[in-house]
């Protein structure tokens, strides 16, 4: 079955670098095109970063450009969101999305916490 599985969340300080991972299987993952969001608590889900299918085009919230890096690699089916200059604003649920057509999936999340 689908199955999308984030993880290298966890508890940093500001000013620091996570790197969140999602391992995709069950689906084409090389035909989809991929997305992180992220969810705040008392917010709506954003999205913060995408990448198309073959990773030769991204995308950025203007809040994370420049810190922020989403790649993937289609040989081991996996989607990257580098973040470093971690600010307490983006602490929340990282979810990744996989999206071809009217076909969607969703992870389950990683939580991300920046504080000191």
């Known amino acids: 079955q689908v199955q999308l599985v984030e993880s290298g969340g966890g508890l940093v300080q500001p000013g620091g670098s996570l790197r969140l991972s999602c391992a995709a299987s069950?689906?084409?993952?090389?035909?989809?095109?991929m997305m992180w969001y992220r969810q705040a608590p008392g917010k709506e889900r954003e999205l913060v970063a995408s990448?198309?299918?073959?990773?030769?085009?991204?995308d950025y919230a203007d809040s994370v450009k420049g810190r922020f890096t989403v790649s993937r690699d289609n040989a081991k089916n996996t989607v990257y969101l580098q973040m470093n200059s971690l600010k307490p604003e983006d602490t929340g649920v990282y979810y990744c999305?996989?999206?071809?057509?009217?076909?969607?999936?969703w992870g389950q999340g990683t939580q991300v916490t920046v504080s000191s």
């Open positions: 999305r996989a999206q071809r057509a009217w076909s969607r999936y």
């Open positions: 990448v198309t299918s073959r990773g030769d085009s991204t």
């Open positions: 069950g689906f084409p993952f090389g035909s989809y095109n």
